[in-house]
């Protein structure tokens, strides 16, 4: 994959051959406020599962890779690196600290669907 800096990302996101684990933030949609979450994209799972704090216990929202439908780039805010995830359920609107980190989950995420799609 190219587009990002995985140096620079390390900081934020932790990247292996099946996981990638890092903070976003998500908008919550009852009260449109943005809360960090972790998240963890586990290839291997099958699951993209994200908790309140990144001790990977507790309560914890999964969300399993053939119900992810789409992921767009969200160009409502040039300044901040958000995107949008959108599945079966409900869509999700995720922010990234940074725009390297936005593009590692982006890619990912988009990988899943084109491989559901074959």
């Known amino acids: 994959m190219n ?3 995985l140096e620079s990302a390390k900081v934020y996101v932790r990247v292996d051959d099946t996981t990638i684990r890092g903070y976003l933030q998500k908008l919550s949609h ?3 406020v943005w809360n960090r979450r972790w998240f963890v994209f586990d290839w291997r799972a099958g699951t993209l599962i994200y908790y309140k704090t990144n001790k990977e216990h507790g ?3 999964v969300i399993p890779f053939r119900h992810i439908l789409a992921v767009s780039s969200d160009s409502s805010s040039k300044s901040e690196p958000k995107f949008c995830l959108k599945t079966v359920q409900k869509t999700y609107l995720l922010m990234a600290p940074t725009p390297d980190v936005f593009r590692i989950w982006f890619d990912f ?4 669907i084109e491989q559901k799609d074959k």
């Open 3 to 5: 587009g990002f800096n």
């Open 30 to 32: 009852r009260w449109k």
């Open 59 to 61: 309560s914890a929202q």
């Open 109 to 112: 995420l988009s990988l899943v």
